[in-house]
């Protein structure tokens, strides 16, 4: 782009707004947002701090003003990680189970491989 980057904030909601979109882990997007502020020189700042508060997705976008995930997908769950939510539920239920909930290819003696 000619004008040189786009301003901090606005990459930094546009990717809240995509990991919401994809339902991405609130530990990964937090963790980006940590090298991205930190990369920036702005671990002194209140986004900073609000970052490092948050624990769900929904928290993550409300530090940046982005719509929470709950808006977005019609749910009450900020994050699938959280409990009591369908997906994070299904997670634990093939985390004790061993199962992989979607198997990606068969092996070659005809069991599902990951």
């Not at 040189?4 to 947002?33: D, M, N, W």
Request: neutral net charge; charged residues 20%.
């Amino acid at each position: 782009r000619p004008a040189g980057f786009h301003p901090l904030p606005e990459v930094i909601r546009a990717l809240l707004r995509h990991a919401v979109a994809v339902q991405s882990h609130a530990t990964l997007v937090k963790y980006t947002l940590q090298q991205m502020l930190t990369n920036a020189g702005e671990t002194k700042s209140q986004q900073w701090l609000g970052v490092q508060r948050a624990k769900t997705l929904g928290a993550l976008c409300a530090v940046y003003g982005v719509e929470s995930p709950a808006a977005v997908a019609g749910g009450e769950h900020a994050n699938d990680d959280e409990p009591g939510s369908a997906r994070g539920a299904k997670r634990s239920a093939d985390e004790s189970t061993g199962c992989d909930p979607e198997p990606k290819r068969p092996c070659h003696d005809g069991s599902a491989c990951g």
